[in-house]
């Protein structure tokens, strides 16, 4: 069973072993992999995983959840980090898939909905993870799960009589999207999408200016400011 840690999470990382080897499908194989010195290994106080997905379905705890993973670099803080054993996409199993998605389930309705789930690829240069996670996962295309069983807050959209800042997502600097984009218009500057330098310089501006945590990261505080911002143009105004 999920115990919801005590550090803030408000995002779920994706990622799969890159092996098929037999011999490999165990966390402890992972922690050794992390944990040996260099150049063997990567010399990590602990293997980078909260939890590994054998090809049987058995599910394996790694590091504790209470401690923020080493898996997705500069994207570790606020997240719980999933490895599935395997590397080729017809090689992971149907039992993989029905852990991970019962595993989400019990992780999303932990936080009421309140988070987004992500592969490692959205926010590195790797083809981690191989498997269609937004696939099994029902993703929509903010990172949030649509899996039966799965509680829900809806993200707001544009119209002022919609505008819920608390039901939307946390966003930071290497994020793509909907949502992003969304706070670009807020910002008015160009919406492609992507969370870059431009983005993550303007919000911490926008941050400083009315009193906020100066951390380029936008959550509840970030968009209720920007929401309730006279120079901001709303839609449908």
């Given at each position: 069973?999920?115990?919801?840690?005590?550090?803030?999470?408000?995002?779920?990382?994706?990622?799969?072993?890159?092996?098929?080897?037999?011999?490999?499908?165990?966390?402890?194989?992972?922690?050794?992999?992390?944990?040996?010195?260099?150049?063997?290994?990567?010399?990590?106080?602990?293997?980078?995983?909260?939890?590994?997905?054998?090809?049987?379905?058995?599910?394996?705890?790694?590091?504790?959840l209470?401690?923020?993973?080493?898996?997705?670099?500069?994207?570790?803080?606020?997240?719980?980090?999933?490895?599935?054993?395997?590397?080729?996409?017809?090689?992971?199993?149907?039992?993989?898939?029905n852990?991970?998605?019962?595993?989400?389930?019990?992780?999303?309705?932990?936080?009421?909905g309140?988070?987004?789930f992500?592969?490692?690829?959205?926010?590195?240069?790797?083809?981690?993870?191989?498997?269609?996670?937004?696939?099994?996962?029902?993703?929509?295309?903010?990172?949030?799960?649509?899996?039966?069983?799965?509680?829900?807050?809806?993200?707001?959209?544009?119209?002022?009589?919609?505008?819920?800042?608390?039901?939307?997502?946390?966003?930071?600097?290497?994020?793509?999207?909907?949502?992003?984009?969304?706070?670009?218009?807020?910002?008015?500057?160009?919406?492609?999408?992507?969370?870059?330098?431009?983005?993550?310089?303007?919000?911490?501006?926008?941050?400083?200016?009315?009193?906020?945590?100066?951390?380029?990261?936008?959550?509840?505080?970030?968009?209720?400011?920007?929401?309730?911002?006279?120079?901001?143009?709303h839609?449908?105004?």
């Amino acid at each position: 069973m999920f115990k919801k840690p005590n550090r803030k999470v408000d995002r779920v990382f994706l990622h799969c072993s890159a092996s098929d080897v037999a011999s490999h499908d165990n966390v402890a194989t992972m922690r050794r992999w992390h944990t040996d010195p260099k150049p063997q290994g990567r010399g990590w106080s602990d293997v980078g995983y909260h939890l590994f997905i054998r090809k049987s379905g058995q599910l394996e705890s790694g590091r504790p959840l209470e401690k923020i993973p080493a898996a997705q670099a500069g994207h570790n803080t606020g997240t719980i980090a999933i490895c599935l054993h395997g590397l080729d996409e017809p090689n992971f199993t149907n039992a993989q898939y029905n852990t991970l998605t019962a595993l989400c389930v019990e992780i999303n309705n932990a936080y009421s909905g309140n988070l987004t789930f992500h592969g490692h690829k959205e926010v590195a240069a790797k083809a981690c993870k191989v498997y269609f996670y937004k696939d099994i996962l029902k993703l929509d295309q903010f990172g949030r799960l649509g899996l039966s069983g799965a509680s829900t807050r809806p993200l707001a959209h544009a119209a002022h009589n919609e505008r819920v800042p608390d039901a939307w997502p946390t966003i930071r600097r290497g994020d793509r999207g909907e949502a992003v984009a969304l706070l670009q218009r807020f910002l008015m500057i160009k919406d492609d999408g992507i969370f870059g330098p431009k983005t993550d310089s303007e919000v911490r501006n926008f941050q400083s200016a009315n009193g906020l945590s100066r951390d380029g990261v936008v959550g509840q505080m970030t968009w209720t400011a920007l929401i309730g911002t006279d120079r901001i143009e709303h839609f449908g105004e």
